[in-house]
């Protein structure tokens, strides 16, 4: 069974930083997606940040360049480092993880339950 835990969310004023961590457990595949997504109230959930199993990442223009991706050596462990944070950066932020395959491509099959990031100015 597959779990993700994700911690690290708190209250930050605008400019501050935040580094969010999602620990994996019975999460086996060798090909793999995972990901960070938020969802502000009223708003529909858009992606954050990505890293294949291949070390590739990818990112919203929003956030290029103030926040980081990453992984620890053993991938169990998925981080966001999220610096000069905005108050529009409010949200609940979730890490997501699934399969990549050829095609369709990648699947976030599985979801944490969510840590909530509040930026005030």
């Avoid at 990112?59 to 992984?71: C, E, H, L, W």
């Avoid at 999220?82 to 993880?97: F, H, V």
């Avoid at 399969?99 to 944490?112: I, K, V």
Wanted: aromatic content about 12%.
């Amino acid at each position: 069974q597959v779990q993700l835990v994700e911690s690290g969310g708190g209250s930050v004023q605008s400019g501050g930083s935040l580094r969010l961590s999602c620990t994996a457990s019975g999460f086996t595949y060798s090909t793999y997606c995972m990901a960070w997504f938020r969802q502000a109230p009223g708003k529909e959930r858009e992606e954050v940040a990505a890293i294949d199993s291949d070390g590739s990442t990818t990112y919203a223009d929003s956030v290029k360049g103030r926040f980081t991706i990453s992984q620890n050596g053993a991938k169990n462990t998925l981080h966001l480092q999220m610096n000069s944070l905005k108050p529009e950066e409010t949200a609940i932020y979730y890490c997501a993880a699934g399969p990549h395959y050829f095609s369709p491509g990648c699947q976030y099959n599985y979801w944490g339950q969510g840590t909530q990031v509040t930026v005030s100015s």
